[in-house]
């Protein structure tokens, strides 16, 4: 059963198509920000650690798990490969 903000953003999304797009893509990039630092934490690694991991420094890991709509594909391998994790896409 969809609550009352759900039944909203599905209306707006089907009336307004550059509501829609936008949504869609921040959801995504918001995704991408939670399963990183998810799995970092699930892994029990500090920002700091993935940071030495990843020759850099703690605030770049937080720009990273903060603001992921922006980072290179590169980067994204480097931190999952720090966590021993591969990265996996799906195109459908």
């Given at each position: ?16 198509k ?50 992921a ?24």
């Open positions: 059963m969809k609550d009352d903000f759900e039944k909203y953003i599905e209306d707006r999304k089907k009336s307004d550059k509501f829609a797009l936008g949504y869609d893509e921040g959801y995504q990039n918001f995704k991408i920000n939670v399963l990183l630092k998810q799995l970092r934490v699930e892994k029990g690694i500090s920002q700091e650690e993935i940071a030495r991991r990843l020759h850099t420094k703690k605030s770049a890991i937080s720009r990273i798990e903060n603001h709509e922006d980072i290179r594909l590169s980067t994204l391998n480097k931190y999952v490969n720090a966590l021993d994790k591969k990265i996996r896409f799906e195109i459908i």
